[in-house]
């Protein structure tokens, strides 16, 4: 089955760190741009992070610049998104997508792979 898998998420305190991974299945990673985007309750879908195929190339929203981080192990098929000093407004579920073109943080667009989310919870 081709499919996006992400994992990591859970309940953080503020100021806590997390690491999501978003793992494909049944193709290869390295072929596409990979993005990380979030829904909270109430909002629309937003952009985080994206990573281009060899890593060569990135960008974040300006919310989460300097704290979080995205990379990639192709080797392993899978992305990253390291969340460091994790605020309330962090809270939502995340989202993997994989596009075969450069950088993008729209959520819309030509996406042909999207994960099924994993839930970030940044509370006290």
């Known amino acids: 089955q081709l499919q996006l898998v992400e994992s990591g998420g859970g309940l953080v305190q503020p100021g806590g760190s997390l690491t999501l991974s978003c793992a494909a299945s049944?193709?290869?990673?390295?072929?596409?741009?990979i993005g990380w985007f979030r829904q909270a309750p109430g909002k629309e879908r937003e952009g985080v992070s994206c990573i281009t195929r060899l890593g060569g190339n990135t960008n974040y929203a300006e919310s989460v610049k300097d704290r979080f981080t995205i990379s990639r192990d192709n080797a392993k098929n899978t992305v990253y998104l390291q969340m460091n000093n994790l605020k309330h407004e962090d809270t939502a579920i995340y989202y993997c997508?994989?596009?075969?073109?450069?950088?993008?943080?729209?959520?819309?667009?030509?996406?042909?792979?999207w994960g099924q989310g994993t839930q970030v919870t940044v509370s006290s």
């Open positions: 997508a994989a596009a075969r073109r450069g950088c993008w943080m729209s959520p819309t667009g030509d996406v042909e792979y």
């Open positions: 049944g193709f290869r990673i390295d072929l596409y741009t």
